[in-house]
């Protein structure tokens, strides 16, 4: 069993977040780890919150879609407080994460911080990272 997580992108013109799923490793530690340490610039983010499924997310982002056992297309959101509600329910995502275009933020299903993003290196910085 996975644990699944949305990877989104917001564009500040129109406020639209586009989201690929992620179906393992979703946690903080595994994807949230991988976005900072990989995928930490607009191009890299953009990438991965745009490039539809993955079964998982590696360091080499073309061994990633190469290795995805599906090719469902990204969903687009209107605004980030609709990414908040509803991404949870897409494909029963536990984590989601969102590049604002300076840094990756995630918000957790169920805990105390639910719809509410907090920023992704600060949380590995925690742990000891």
Not at 109 to 118: L, P, V
Request: one cysteine or more; aromatic letters at 16%; a negative charge.
């Amino acid at each position: 069993m996975g644990t699944h997580a949305m990877i989104g992108i917001w564009n500040a013109d129109t406020g639209v977040v586009t989201a690929s799923y992620v179906h393992y490793d979703g946690y903080v530690e595994g994807v949230g780890r991988m976005l900072v340490e990989h995928y930490n610039d607009y191009i890299g983010a953009a990438f991965v919150a745009t490039g539809g499924y993955l079964s998982g997310l590696e360091s080499d982002y073309a061994k990633s879609r190469k290795e995805s056992v599906h090719n469902d297309p990204a969903t687009h959101y209107s605004s980030v407080e609709e990414y908040a509600f509803e991404g949870y329910d897409y494909a029963c995502a536990h984590y989601l994460y969102l590049w604002d275009g300076e840094a990756w933020f995630f918000a957790e299903r169920g805990s105390n911080r639910n719809r509410q993003f907090e920023e992704v290196q600060m949380n590995l910085a925690k742990v000891g990272a």
